[in-house]
Each structure stands twice: as structure tokens, then as C-alpha cells.
């Protein structure tokens, strides 16, 4: 199995920033693509940010020119900076990994989840 663990999320007053973080570990092969997703209080779950194995990201319109996805290969780490935060921002941030276990199994995880709060 695959576990993510995410952390960096909290409180930040508007135009603040935030640096998350997201851990893979476990009986990993291959991690593939990895990316954060988000969900507000009363919406539906939605993408934010995905980075493939050799650095190719992709953003949700919402959120491009003010956040940053980046990966360290070597520890099984994505990171999600974000910056100009806005109280819409607000949400519940889950990491999202995909890639092979050692017995060469597809997997799918999904982190528990960092509570981002934007708020003066």
C-alpha cells in the first residue's frame, strides 16, 4: 500500500502564502503522476494542480500565475506553493499519487487531506 501524508496547511490572512507539502511512502515502484485537488465547504471536489514524473504540470484556470506545483523524485514529495491567496482558496487540500507498487500494482492514493483557511 501506498500512504500520503500532507501538511502546510492553516490560516493565512488574503494575499498570504502557503507552502504545502505531500509524502508518499511505502511499497512504491514508480510514482507517476501526483497533483493536488481541493474541496470547499458545500462544493463538489476539484482539481488544483498535477505534475507528471518528469516535471510536465498542468493547473487548474483558477489558480495559474498564482501557485506552483514541483516534485522531489527522490523522496516521494510534491509541493503545492501558493501565493495572492484569496478567501475563495479556502478548502480542504488532498494530494492525489499514482504510480506502481513493488509488486509492479497499479495504485490510485489519496492523502487525508491539509485544511487551507484565507481570512482577514
Known amino acids: 500500500q501506498v500512504q500520503l501524508v500532507e501538511s502546510g496547511g492553516g490560516l493565512v490572512q488574503p494575499g498570504g502564502s502557503l507552502r504545502l507539502s505531500c509524502a508518499a511512502s511505502g511499497s512504491i515502484f514508480r510514482n507517476d503522476a501526483m497533483g493536488w485537488y481541493r474541496q470547499a465547504p458545500g462544493k463538489q471536489r476539484e482539481f488544483v494542480a498535477s505534475?507528471?514524473?518528469?516535471?510536465?504540470?498542468n493547473y487548474a484556470d483558477s489558480v495559474k500565475g498564482r501557485v506552483t506545483i514541483s516534485r522531489d523524485n527522490a523522496k516521494n514529495t510534491v509541493y503545492l506553493q501558493m501565493n495572492s491567496l484569496k478567501p475563495d482558496d479556502t478548502a480542504v487540500y488532498c494530494c492525489n499519487a499514482q504510480g506502481l507498487t513493488s509488486l509492479l500494482r497499479r495504485y490510485d492514493s489519496w492523502g487525508q487531506g491539509t485544511q487551507v483557511t484565507v481570512s482577514s
Open positions: 505534475i507528471t514524473s518528469r516535471g510536465s504540470t
